[in-house]
């Protein structure tokens, strides 16, 4: 295959899907990008409790709720699935539009994403990946620092990310994509 940790050649979507199973790759604006090792435990409780939360609160919801692994595709245009060149895979993701989710993932910009931050992520999620999802009409970004016990969160304002608010994982915090969904972050500290 002969990718390396930052492939710097142009890729497309119908690339990706002809790597290997075990090739774990985000390709943003053509460049393939190697994902991190399996994450930690701790990672895994904060994505685990704030999927349960999520996935509550969106029990009567036409909202999806959909975690990671999963193909997030998000074209120019109306470009062909095959010629897209960014396909991404956030930690946690809501669609309100069902008409974005087919069988090979999500065409389009999710409503809402989280990414829980790792050391080995941080950089790509808070510069690349945000000003990815600013230009794809992302409507809301959070990251989640389990280590520094912090969430910084984006909301699109006229297409673009305003300044981020930035508060401790305590009290209670709720997406304004997303009305009636809370998240009680004592409840995602606890096992931190």
């Known amino acids: ?5 930052h492939d710097l050649r142009h890729h497309t979507y119908g690339d990706y899907r002809a790597w290997p199973e075990d090739f774990r790759y985000e390709l943003i604006d053509g460049i393939a990008y190697a994902m991190s090792p399996a ?4 990672h895994q409780e904060v994505v685990l409790e704030l999927s349960r939360q999520v996935a509550q ?3 009567e919801s036409t909202c999806r709720l959909l975690i990671a692994p999963l193909d997030v595709r ?3 245009g109306d470009e062909a699935d095959e010629a897209i ?3 991404v ?3 946690l993701l809501v669609v309100c539009d069902s008409t ?3 069988e090979s993932g999500v065409r389009g910009a999710p409503d809402w994403i989280i990414e829980v931050l790792s050391p080995a992520t941080a950089a790509h999620d808070q510069v690349r ?12 970004y959070w990251l989640v620092h389990p280590t520094d016990r912090i969430v910084i969160v984006y909301r699109l304002e006229n297409g673009r990310y305003g300044r981020p608010d930035i508060a401790e994982l305590t009290g209670e915090a709720a997406p304004q994509a997303l009305p009636g969904v809370v998240i009680d972050w004592a409840r995602v500290t606890r096992r931190l």
Not at 1 to 5: A, D, P, W
Not at 39 to 42: C, E, I, T
Not at 129 to 140: M, S, T
């Open 1 to 5: 295959m002969g990718l390396s940790r």
């Open 39 to 42: 994450p930690s435990v701790s």
């Open 57 to 59: 609160a969106l029990e």
């Open 74 to 76: 998000l074209p120019r």
């Open 85 to 87: 060149d960014t396909v």
């Open 89 to 91: 895979q956030p930690d």
């Open 100 to 102: 974005k989710i087919d």
């Open 129 to 140: 990946k945000r000003d990815l999802y600013e230009r794809a009409g992302v409507r809301e």
